[in-house]
């Protein structure tokens, strides 16, 4: 897994070389986030690595959100709907772990799996671009699970809700994030709950 994530990301020109340690980190990052792998014909063609929670791994996220990372499907694999198959699967995992949105970040040049996020539904995020290194922009999609924000009531999109992200780590969310109803919330020694009649309780 590590050899084929760094040859598609180095081999390719899509990354630096200072990033390979972390490329190469498929234990570090299997330690704190789920790395998933796709075989095809009894050999490994995909992997990446699903982050939730506010993990190292899962950049630019808020507790309830989860990132997919590093997704990398070799040259044999493309055209396979491998690329498909793992994020598909990453958003299957998010939505069960009780996330409400998925983001992702990708180099300008990787137009092939820009397509691919944008076939499965993934819209741009401006305003979440950036840089990690300087000279290295990243654009960033994202995807909401549910459809509603649990912070406002209003409609969750891709974008916005800034106010309700700064105050997510901390306060619990007043709306069902799947059906809008008002939750009944109490606040714990430990955190706090919230529980909607339709929908049964989280805890955060
Ligand atoms: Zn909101
Ligand atoms: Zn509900």
Redesign the pocket.
């Known amino acids: 897994m590590a050899e084929l994530t760094a040859s598609v990301y180095l081999g390719e020109g899509f990354s630096s070389p200072d990033y390979e340690p972390q490329l190469r980190d498929v234990a570090g990052r299997a330690a704190e986030a789920t790395v998933l792998v796709a075989v095809l014909g009894g050999r490994l063609v995909g992997t990446t690595t699903l982050a939730s929670g506010r993990t190292a791994w899962a950049e630019q996220s808020v507790t309830g959100e989860a990132v997919i990372r590093m997704l990398a499907v070799e040259p044999g694999g493309r055209g396979a709907g491998v690329g498909e198959a793992l994020v598909r699967d990453c958003l299957e995992r998010a939505a069960l772990a009780g996330c409400t949105l998925v983001r992702l970040s990708s180099q300008e040049d990787m137009t092939a799996a820009h397509r691919l996020y944008e076939r499965i539904g993934f819209t741009r995020t401006p305003s979440f671009d950036w840089s990690p290194i300087p000279g290295l922009r990243l654009r960033t999609y994202a995807l909401p699970l549910v459809p509603w924000?649990?912070?406002?009531?209003?409609v969750?999109t891709a974008e916005?809700?800034d106010?309700?992200?700064r105050t997510a780590d901390l306060d619990p969310p007043r709306y069902c994030a799947q059906c809008k109803r008002r939750m009944v919330v109490q606040v714990t020694p430990s955190g706090w709950t919230a529980a909607c009649s339709e929908h049964g309780r989280r805890a955060g």
């Not at 924000?149 to 209003?154: A, K, L």
């Open positions: 924000c649990g912070w406002c009531g209003e969750l916005g809700h106010r309700c992200r």
